[in-house]
Structure formats: structure tokens, C-alpha cells
């Protein structure tokens, strides 16, 4: 592997063209330096457009997780033919081509949110003068900082997806490297993307960047506190795999290694098997864990064979199913305490006791409801169905029910839920896009009697697991049949204890108790 990967990159990654870098970066300064001059020294203005920046950053980096799943599952299927000596077909191809394509031009957007910020930490004191600002404060720099420091870990992140999938096979390297103008994807696609990422001016920069905001995060905490849009950013960059990576690249750059031209394919041979070896431990290994859901353990429930046969007595058709996942990163930046909320359709017994085994929505999923894939939800993947095993890998679990729910409106509900399956991901959180689903808008599609509450995000009207939730609260419509936290079976008062776990998981309180999580340079964790 890394004598592959050296002769590789020795090979197939020439230097970035300098002058489409120089392009980059001129451009990147006029952007930055038209926001701050329009601001007209309005503070709030600026950090008002600062904000908008981190909204839409979101929803850039939520299309990079759908794209780092469906690369994942093509990476597994195109790998397992490869290993069964299968030719990839004129359909694999062009599935390869287009993810690639695809791939690449979502992180071209993520670099151009990069690069724009991270001029923050750069900033000089007659820049900000020129742009009508005595001094820009620290904290505010340091929020502008870690949106570009963030943006460039989850690169370095997703690049051990080509890492994993393309370093790994010649087959697939070899088609990526010739090109295809048909996918507007050029030649050495893989070598110019290995140089991007391993360069060393980009790692000097990300690992200056990273110890400006270490630095600094004590004020920003207490500016900010619990402020949404920071929790955010600090969320993303603790839990990124290529912090780590990054603290390495500037350790070695400071001995003067990196800048030996002779030495600098041995130390990206040295990164990439750290990527692909250390960090993944193995392509099959990479390829057994979701890519984007950093799992730091199991679930509480995980591989309980009790809990996951009282789960499965206990489930009705149309039943909501909410779990939360506090050991993986996505978990993370959902809004109170739930973090996803799936449906039950059901048993091939309960079916034909509603008389809708044989009907025509459920006749393509009889055979994954008779392999006890009755849960529906939406994951990054699309909409599929799961089995309450795979389901529990948890700590926390709701199951709820409408008790009032005549047969006919269940029998609906649970047409209603199988319509969903095959959807594709709405990484917008739109309920009102109904071609794209997420998992609680599965819950909003399905329950169509009810009145949910919703929320506004970047203009679009959006719906938590939280707030479906709230239906079993206060004498609500919904009833709680079954709750598990912290990975053991509540049966006092489960009502007030899950009233009491939402109405402290507001992202302000949570945040404010945990201001920061990531204190390599010697500080003391929650800044105590």
C-alpha cells in the first residue's frame, strides 16, 4: 500500500496550477473584503452576514454526508465486483463518473467558503481599517475562523473517502485518472485532487488556522456562549478525524521536512497510509461504518436481544419510533434531544389483520417485512426499511402511538409510510418538498391529521424530531408506550422525565454547559 501510493502520487499528483491558485485566492480577498466594506463599520451587520454564511455552510456540508453515503454504498458494490474479477458495466462507469463529478463540484463550493474566511485570522489591523472598522473583535474573527476551519477539516474528512475507495483499487483509479469530457471530469482527476489536499501550504495554513481558534476560545465562549450558529462550527471541528492530521502536518513542517521537495512524496505517502490504514484501519473496515456519522462507541442498546424482543411485541402498526444517538457527530447538531424518528408498518400478520397484505403498495416490500424490515426511515441513503435490531444501535428510545387512531387511518398511515420508501434525503429539511425526505419529515408526511409545529430554517419551514415529540406531552394526541434513556427502561413517570430531557437539550443551555470540546494546546476542558 504505501509503495503504491507513493509511485502514485510520485506520478499522478503534479502541483496545482499556480495560477488558478493565485485566481483562488485574489478572488477569495475581493469577496472577503466586499462583505467588511459594505458593512460600513456596522458591526452587527457584519456578523448578521456572517451568520447567513454559517446557515448556508450547513447545508453545504449536509449535501457532502448524503454524497459521503452514496459514495460509500457505490464504493462497497463496485469493490465486491472488482474482488469477484466482475468487469465494471457501462452503468458502473457512469455511476463512478457522475458521483465524482458531482463530488467535486460540491467541494469546490465547500473551498469557496474556505477560503473567503480564512481570512479572518489573517486579517491586519489596515485591512480592517480600510474596510471602515477601527478593530474587528476577536471573538468575531475567531466564529469567521473556524467557519473556514471547519469547511477544510470535513475536506480533509471526505477525502479519506477517495483515499478508501480510489488509492485502494487501479481499476477505478485508472478510470477516474483518464477522464471523461462527457462528465466534464479531466484527466488525473485523482492526482489533482491528492494534490489539493495534500499540499503543504494548505496544511501550514488549516494547522495555523486551527491554533489561532484554540487560542482564542476562551473569549469567543464567553461571547457567544451558547450561540447556535458557534455550537455549530465547534461541533464540526471536535469531532473531526483530521484534526489530528492536521496537528501532524505542521509538526513536521516546523522540522523543515516538508519543505525538502525530495521528501514531500514520503510524507504524503506517510498521510495517506495515516488516512487509509490508521484512521480506517482497513478499506473493509472503512466501507462497515457510515461515513459522516462519526461513531465514537455503540449504543446502550445495541445487540440487546431483550430489549430488541420487547421493542418488537410492543410496536402497532403506524407507531413512531424516536432514538438519540449522542456517541455519533450528526447527533450532535439536531435541535433538542431527539435526534431521529422513524415508523412501524407493521408485521406480515398485522397487515393482513388490516387487510392490506395483498395490496399493491405493500406487494414490492412483502419480502423485507417477512425479514422483519418494518421500520421506515430516512436516512442519508434515501428512505429504506431496517429491522428493529439494526434500529437499536441507541441510548435513548420513545416508542409513540395514537390511541384514538380509527383502522382506517392506520391502514393509511401505513400506505402512506411505505409511498415514502425510496425518496431521496432532503439535506434542505423542506417539509415542503415532498419529492425529498428527512426523518422527521417522514413523521409529518405520514401523519397527515395532525397540526405539527414547525420551525424556519434559511427561509423553509422544517420539522424536529423534538417536535414531533411534543404530540405525546401536555395531554397531546400521542401516547408513550415505551422509553429507554441512557440505555435503561424508564417506567416512573416517563412522561416528565422525557418533558425534562427536551426542555434541557435547548441548544443554548446544552452548549453553554460545554462551550468547548476540542483543548489540544493545554487547556482545561468546558474552560474551568
Known amino acids: 500500500m504505501p ?4 509511485l502514485l502520487l510520485t506520478l499522478a499528483a503534479p ?20 462583505k467588511l466594506t459594505t458593512a460600513h463599520g456596522d458591526l452587527d451587520r457584519l456578523e448578521a452576514d456572517l451568520d447567513a454564511d454559517i446557515q448556508a455552510f450547513q447545508a453545504l456540508i449536509e449535501e457532502g454526508m448524503v454524497f459521503r453515503e452514496r459514495m460509500t454504498a457505490m464504493g462497497r458494490e463496485l469493490h465486491e465486483k472488482i474482488r469477484a474479477d466482475q468487469p465494471l458495466s457501462g452503468a458502473d462507469l457512469d455511476r463512478l463518473n457522475q458521483g465524482i463529478g458531482a463530488g467535486a463540484a460540491l467541494m469546490r463550493r465547500i473551498f469557496a467558503v474556505v477560503d473567503i474566511h480564512a481570512l479572518w485570522s489573517t486579517l491586519s489591523p489596515r485591512e480592517s481599517s480600510d474596510a471602515g472598522f477601527a478593530e474587528l473583535p476577536m471573538p468575531l474573527r475567531t466564529k469567521g475562523a473556524m467557519l ?13 473517502l477517495h483515499v478508501a475507495i480510489l488509492a485502494e483499487d487501479a481499476k477505478i483509479r485508472r478510470v477516474l485518472n483518464q477522464g471523461d469530457a462527457a462528465y466534464a471530469n479531466r484527466k488525473d482527476l485523482l492526482g489533482q485532487v491528492t ?11 488549516v494547522g495555523e488556522e486551527l491554533r489561532f481558534c484554540e487560542i482564542n476560545q476562551f473569549a469567543t465562549a464567553a461571547r457567544y456562549g451558547g450561540e447556535p450558529n458557534l455550537r455549530y462550527l465547534q461541533e464540526l471541528i471536535a469531532q473531526s478525524p483530521a484534526r489530528e492530521l492536521v496537528r501532524h502536518g505542521v509538526a513536521a513542517s516546523s522540522q523543515g521536512v516538508l519543505d525538502q521537495a525530495g521528501q514531500r512524496t514520503v510524507m504524503a505517502g506517510d498521510d495517506l497510509r495515516w488516512l487509509g490504514d490508521t484512521s480506517m484501519n482497513s478499506l473493509s473496515l472503512f466501507f462497515g461504518n457510515t461515513v459522516g456519522l462519526v461513531e465514537l462507541r455503540k449504543g446502550k442498546l445495541f445487540g440487546d436481544a431483550a430489549v430488541a424482543k420487547l421493542l418488537q411485541q410492543t410496536l402497532r402498526p403506524g407507531d413512531i419510533l424516536l432514538e438519540k444517538t449522542p456517541f455519533r457527530l450528526t447527533d450532535t447538531f439536531i435541535p433538542g434531544h431527539w435526534g431521529h424518528a ?3 408498518v407493521g408485521t406480515e400478520t398485522d397487515l393482513r389483520d388490516l387487510g392490506l397484505w395483498d395490496d399493491p403498495v405493500v406487494q414490492p416490500y412483502q419480502a423485507a417485512i417477512r425479514d422483519s424490515r418494518s421500520i421506515v426511515e430516512a436516512l442519508r441513503s434515501g428512505v429504506t426499511m431496517n429491522s428493529a435490531e439494526h434500529f437499536l444501535n441507541i441510548d435513548d428510545l420513545a416508542v409513540l402511538r395514537d390511541p384514538a387512531a380509527a383502522r382506517d387511518t392506520t391502514r393509511n398511515r401505513v400506505l402512506l409510510a411505505l409511498r415514502q420508501v425510496g ?30 409545529p414547525t420551525g424556519r430554517t ?6 424536529s424530531p423534538d417536535n414531533v415529540a411534543e404530540k405525546a406531552l401536555n395531554n397531546g394526541p400521542l401516547q408513550l408506550v415505551l422509553f429507554y434513556h441512557d440505555g435503561q427502561k424508564i417506567e416512573q413517570q416517563p412522561e416528565q422525565l422525557m418533558g425534562q430531557l427536551m426542555a434541557t437539550a435547548e441548544p443554548e443551555a446544552s452548549s453553554a454547559k460545554r462551550p468547548w470540546k476540542w483543548l489540544p494546546f493545554g487547556g482545561r476542558q468546558g474552560g474551568k
Do not use: H
Request: hydrophobic share 45%.
Open 423 to 452: 425518496k431521496a434525503y432532503d439535506f434542505n429539511f423542506d417539509v415542503e418538498t415532498p419529492d425529498r425526505i428527512v426523518c422527521s419529515e417522514l413523521v409529518y408526511a405520514v401523519f397527515t391529521e395532525f397540526t405539527w
Open 15 to 34: 502541483r496545482a496550477d499556480e495560477a488558478e491558485l493565485r485566481l483562488r485566492e485574489s478572488t477569495a480577498r475581493r469577496q472577503f473584503m466586499e
Open 148 to 160: 473556514s476551519l471547519a469547511g477544510s477539516l470535513f475536506l480533509y474528512d471526505t477525502y479519506r
Open 342 to 344: 422513524a415508523t412501524w
Open 3 to 6: 509503495l503504491l501510493v507513493g
Open 458 to 463: 434559511l427561509g423553509r419551514y422544517t420539522i
Open 195 to 205: 494534490a489539493e489536499f495534500l499540499s503543504v501550504s494548505n496544511r501550514v495554513r
